[in-house]
């Protein structure tokens, strides 16, 4: 269409001067333009044709640059000014939603969720102990936890003790791996729930057996776990949902709910000015927390990179706190006595800010309380709350 629009218009320059030089009859012109347009070499015109042709390829080819261009004016924010760092984060849990204040006639007794009906108020609860050793990961089913707690074991090396509600619906979990002492003092707190273990320390065997805990250790019942043969042992064993519903209804008996004090909570608001997003734990393993007001909430680093699942999703929370316990050596072997019992300093991070608390527990059954300055319960954010349990002589937290 080009090529035939400047071909036209250099013949009607022609007729029309024509016209006005020589006041010629509009036959006569027709006539001379025929013979002009025949004595005009074949190599001239297709030189003129090449040449329109390259005249459309450049015109397409600053409009291809100007689209570019505008492309970067309208993101300069993100790869311009800094802020690409805050978006790869915000990309890696683009799945999460912003917390928005509710309110909430009935919550959750864990998790502090707002809950549809009376009966999902409290609930039974399971108990696993997941390992987080580097030759785990990466981990499954933590996720879909309500609540988990980081503990020390032997050389510093973190195990996670994860809450679950036993109706959920999770598919995978672990690798799982066996108790110590300190889980069994956790699991007070949260009734007689379930707890799932692969064998235990002597100490903490002895005690689920004197104290008649009820205990789904995969040395006696091993139909409710399974082993991978994708990894090797110890860092192979597995357990699902559909495995614990069974065990619950097969060993099951009702817990004591009434026993457990629910924390209180509030939804907290992202953070806008002066915000905490980056806690670093030189403990266990090196790793950190990085907070995002765009999802008001917390997603983990561990190694320098991204924590995820075995479903490539990262790790989040919601509240992130750390309590500070007393630690000692028990054994050639390593292991480790852990006083959750009495009261401590801790740290309460959620909404991007950081809380300067002090834990307080007063009997095995009883809960742990979060105590601000003036000695009042914290109102926890709701949704998954994660515990970092570290040494009080030994657990470096920065933040900032």
Same mark, same amino acid.
């Given at each position: &269409?080009?090529?035939?629009?400047?071909?036209?218009?250099?013949?009607?320059?022609?007729?029309?001067?024509?016209?006005?030089?020589?006041?010629?009859?509009? +036959?006569?012109?027709?006539?001379?333009?025929?013979?002009?347009?025949?004595?005009?070499?074949?190599?001239?015109?297709?030189?003129?044709?090449?040449?329109? !042709?390259?005249?459309?390829? !450049?015109?397409?080819?600053?409009?291809?640059?100007?689209?570019?261009?505008?492309?970067?004016?309208?993101?300069?924010?993100?790869?311009?000014?800094?802020? +690409?760092?805050?978006? !790869?984060?915000?990309?890696?849990?683009?799945?999460?939603? *912003?917390?928005?204040?509710?309110?909430?006639?009935?919550?959750?007794?864990?998790?502090?969720?707002?809950?549809?009906?009376?009966?999902?108020?409290?609930?039974?609860?399971?108990?696993?102990?997941?390992?987080?050793?580097?030759?785990?990961?990466?981990?499954?089913?933590?996720?879909?936890?309500?609540?988990?707690?980081?503990?020390?074991?032997?050389?510093?090396?973190?195990?996670?003790?994860? $809450?679950?509600? *036993?109706? &959920?619906?999770?598919?995978?979990?672990?690798?799982?791996?066996? !108790?110590?002492?300190?889980?069994?003092?956790?699991?007070?707190?949260?009734?007689?729930? &379930?707890?799932?273990?692969?064998?235990?320390?002597?100490?903490?065997?002895?005690? $689920?057996?004197?104290?008649?805990?009820?205990?789904?250790?995969?040395?006696?019942?091993?139909?409710?776990?399974?082993?991978?043969?994708?990894?090797?042992?110890?860092?192979?064993?597995?357990?699902?949902?559909?495995?614990?519903?069974?065990?619950?209804?097969?060993?099951?008996?009702?817990?004591?709910?009434?026993?457990?004090?629910?924390?209180?909570?509030?939804?907290?608001?992202?953070?806008?000015?002066?915000?905490?997003?980056?806690?670093?734990?030189?403990?266990?393993?090196?790793?950190?927390?990085?907070?995002?007001?765009?999802?008001?909430?917390?997603?983990?680093?561990?190694?320098?990179?991204?924590?995820?699942?075995?479903?490539?999703?990262? *790790?989040?929370?919601?509240?992130?706190?750390?309590?500070?316990?007393?630690?000692?050596?028990?054994?050639?072997?390593?292991?480790?006595?852990?006083?959750?019992?009495?009261?401590?300093?801790?740290? *309460?991070?959620?909404?991007?800010?950081?809380?300067?608390?002090?834990? +307080?527990?007063?009997?095995?059954?009883?809960?742990?309380?979060?105590?601000?300055?003036?000695?009042?319960?914290?109102?926890?954010?709701?949704? +998954?709350?994660?515990?970092?349990?570290?040494?009080?002589?030994?657990?470096?937290?920065?933040?900032?």
């Amino acid at each position: &269409m080009m090529v035939l629009f400047y071909t036209k218009k250099i013949w009607y320059t022609i007729y029309t001067r024509m016209c006005i030089m020589k006041k010629l009859s509009r +036959k006569k012109i027709q006539k001379i333009i025929k013979v002009l347009y025949k004595k005009i070499s074949f190599k001239k015109r297709s030189s003129l044709r090449v040449d329109i !042709a390259y005249i459309v390829y !450049a015109l397409a080819a600053l409009i291809f640059l100007l689209a570019i261009l505008l492309f970067v004016w309208f993101n300069q924010s993100r790869f311009i000014t800094g802020e +690409k760092e805050d978006y !790869a984060i915000d990309v890696l849990v683009e799945h999460l939603h *912003v917390n928005e204040e509710e309110s909430c006639e009935i919550r959750q007794v864990i998790s502090g969720i707002c809950a549809e009906k009376e009966e999902d108020i409290h609930k039974e609860f399971v108990a696993v102990v997941v390992e987080n050793h580097i030759d785990a990961l990466p981990l499954s089913g933590i996720q879909d936890a309500s609540i988990i707690y980081e503990f020390p074991v032997e050389s510093d090396i973190p195990r996670l003790l994860a $809450i679950f509600p *036993v109706d &959920m619906d999770v598919e995978k979990v672990g690798p799982v791996r066996s !108790a110590r002492p300190y889980f069994l003092d956790t699991l007070y707190e949260y009734g007689n729930p &379930m707890f799932m273990h692969v064998g235990g320390s002597p100490e903490s065997l002895l005690r $689920i057996k004197d104290e008649s805990l009820f205990s789904v250790n995969e040395f006696f019942r091993s139909w409710y776990f399974w082993r991978s043969k994708k990894r090797y042992a110890p860092h192979n064993t597995y357990t699902s949902s559909k495995l614990w519903q069974g065990a619950y209804e097969r060993y099951g008996k009702e817990q004591d709910l009434g026993t457990i004090t629910p924390w209180k909570f509030k939804t907290a608001q992202p953070c806008e000015s002066e915000c905490i997003t980056f806690i670093d734990f030189d403990y266990f393993y090196k790793h950190e927390w990085h907070y995002s007001s765009n999802t008001n909430r917390y997603v983990r680093e561990q190694f320098r990179r991204p924590y995820i699942d075995d479903k490539t999703e990262q *790790v989040f929370a919601d509240t992130i706190i750390v309590q500070y316990v007393e630690t000692r050596v028990l054994d050639a072997v390593g292991r480790l006595r852990l006083d959750l019992l009495g009261s401590g300093k801790a740290l *309460v991070f959620m909404g991007g800010k950081a809380v300067d608390a002090t834990w +307080k527990r007063d009997s095995l059954r009883s809960r742990t309380q979060w105590l601000d300055t003036f000695g009042e319960e914290i109102l926890l954010n709701p949704g +998954k709350i994660w515990i970092e349990v570290v040494s009080r002589t030994k657990g470096g937290v920065l933040y900032q």
